[in-house]
Each structure stands twice: as C-alpha cells, then as structure tokens.
C-alpha cells in the first residue's frame, strides 16, 4: 500500500504515536506476528517433544527471555549502534578465536565456550548480528554503490567470523553468519554483473572447496543427490523427514498423532527437523499457515527497513530480515531433501535458547531503526 496513502489516513500518525507499545519502540503489528509465530511453534513442540513437560517449560523459559531481549534491543536509539557496531564484532571474533582454542566439544564439534563450569553459549550466534551490522557501519558514511576497494574490504569483515564458525566446524552457521554479512554488501548497492561474477568464481571454486570439507560433510552433499544408497546411515534423515511429511497428506493426522516422531523414527524431531511434525500431524494447511506467517514477519520487516531514515539503518534492518528469511528456507529446503542437511533450526519454531534469542534480538533492532527518530 502506497505509504503517502496510509499516511493520509485520519489518525494514523496519532495512532502511532499514541500507542503505548510505540512509546517504548515496539511495532505492534510485527510483535503480534511474531507472537503468532512463535504461538505456533509452541503448540507444534509441546507435541514434538512427547508432552514432555520439563523441555516445554525449558522452552517458554527461553522465548520469554528471547522477548525481553527484543525490548532491550528495541530501546538502544540506532546511534549507539552505530558507535558501537566496530567493538561488538571485534568482541565476537575474540570471542569465536577462545572457541577454537579452549571451546567445549560436544559431538566432535567444538562451538561452545563454558563459564563456571556449568553455563555454555555459543559465540558464532552474536556473529549473526555482529557482522552485518559492522558491515553497515562500515558503508554508511561511505558513497553508495560502493567501490570495488570498499566492497574487499566489507568481504574481509564478513570472511574472518565466517572462516572461524566453519572451522569449528559449524558449516550451517558459517553460511548464515556469511549470508547475513553479504545482504549487506547487496543491499548497499552492488551492481547484479558483479552478483553474477561473484557466482561463477564460487562455482569455478567449487571442486577445490570439495577437499576441504570435512567427511561428514561430504556424505550429507551426496546423500542428498541418492538418499536410498545408505538408507539406514547418512540418508536416514532425509527419508524420515520426507516421508512424515508426505504422510500427513493435506491436513494431517492430528496434533499429537504423529508416528514418525513419536516413535523416533524421525531424528532431532524437536530441533531441525520440526517442520516435518508439522507436516505429518498438521498437514499441508499447517505448512502452509506456517508459511503465511513467516511471510508476513518478513514483508513487514522488510517495509520497517524500506522507511528507515539512514542509510544505516536500511541496510542493517534489510539484512537482518533476509536473514531471517534465509533461516527458513535453508530449514525447510533441508528437512524436504532439497538442501543438505546442515544442522538449521526452523526459526522461533524449533527448541533451543540461543537461536530465538538472537533472532529476536534482531527483530529488537528493527523496531529500534524505525521507532527512534533521533540520531
């Protein structure tokens, strides 16, 4: 809808200003979709996890610290993002360099850093947020389109945290966190032939990337090509995943009557593989529902980044919802066999602390770019 239109609407700028959710720098309208969400993904884990009661608890614990988080974030006016954009990334590369040199290990993956011996975090999860926005405080006082120095230069912000998440090895994280940084690299500006370049030298790169992934990783690459070739092994997870989805056909068994997870023919059915639940019990409506309110999340946080005032402020918000966007459908191109498996939560969906609250935080940030005027 043309924003001059809904401008001049009676009472619409009062209406805005008169909220209280606006006065402390919330969108209501993006609060309440992401409500929906994650309404949604509590009802679909109270039945993934088997009515477990302690790990549904452990999870409203996690989103409720996850919102506090949005509003934290969303009351930071923009400029002291700005100011602090450069330390918060050379933090989290500190932070990702004592991963690799004194991180637990946990399933032959060393990504988490341990505190009094008991509390874990996962550094590489900052990074998401960490290095598009010191991309953008890189480019926003620069001319745009950039220049092809400006552009190595943001290229090498993105490469360093990227380079230490896969060496972890985290090779999911690592693209996310590389996605993230390269949005902004695109939305500043970035002409579609260099788009294109950028493309055919990664492809031409890629028979001497083959060599330097790990086995495992290879396996998951050609198992997604023949699944049936190891039916019992590496292809077990895409064949579960793919036939509990097609199992529920178009609207499901029913909540709570999924066989596939409840069973645990389906692994990690609370986690990457969540979407599958969805399909088995609640069919291909509730994908489709599902669907609907993430696209809805990301074209209102895509018209917040569009309305922006700064030059900042749009490419940070615009990273950060196609971010978003590269969440899900790495998630569900994963879980229908379409992707390799890489270990990607179905965002505000899935269990698990670190990822909501990042994400959330993000969505904190957001609201912050639109609703503070003052920089």
Known sequence: MNQDFIRSLPGHERFMRDTWLHRIHVDPLLLLLLSLVVFYGLVVLYSAV?????????????????????????????RLYVRYA???????????????????KVKGSQRWLEIAGSFRFQPSELMKIAVPLAVAWYFHQRPLPPSFKDVIVALAIVAVPAGCIIAQPDLGTGILVAGAGLAVVVLAGLSWPWVLYAFLAMAAAAPGLWYTLQEYQRQRILTLFDPESDPLGAGWNILQSTTAIGSGGVWGKGLLQGTQSHLDFLPEAQTDFIIAVVGEELGLMGIILLLTLYLLVIGRGLYLAVSAESTFGRLLSGALILTFFVYVFVNMAMVSGLLPVVGVPLPLVSYGGTSAITLMAGFGIIMAIRTHKAW
Do not use: E, K
């Not at 088997?50 to 923009?78: H, M, T």
């Open 86 to 104: 450069p330390f918060v990334y050379v933090f989290g590369v500190l932070l990702l360099v004592a991963v690799l040199l004194f991180g637990v």
């Open 50 to 78: 088997n009515q477990n009661q302690a790990l549904f608890d452990a999870q409203l614990l996690r989103i409720g610290l996850s919102f506090v988080g949005l509003i934290i974030a969303a009351q930071l006016p923009p």
